[in-house]
């Protein structure tokens, strides 16, 4: 479920800074079948990715992070 949220969350950042898959994984200098697989929600992206990510989106790990669902 969370790698799902963090999937949605790159995916849709991605394509609001014009990034195509291929182009974007070859930035973060990974395979385009893990950046599928991240965005798709089946892989959790460990924490020095999500950093490289928010890095090359400038964007905060802090915005790029899904929201925090309160009871």
């Known amino acids: 479920m ?28 990974v395979s385009v079948s893990i950046l599928g697989e991240i965005e798709r929600g089946n892989r959790m992206p ?3 990715l999500i950093e490289q990510i928010a890095l090359a989106l400038k964007v905060t790990q802090e915005e790029l992070a899904p929201r925090q669902e309160h009871d």
Not at 3 to 29: D, H, M, P, S, V
């Open 2 to 29: 969370e790698a799902e949220k963090w999937g949605r969350r790159i995916r849709a950042f991605r394509k609001l800074k014009g990034f195509t898959q291929e182009g974007f994984a070859r930035e973060l200098g």
């Open 46 to 48: 460990a924490p020095a």
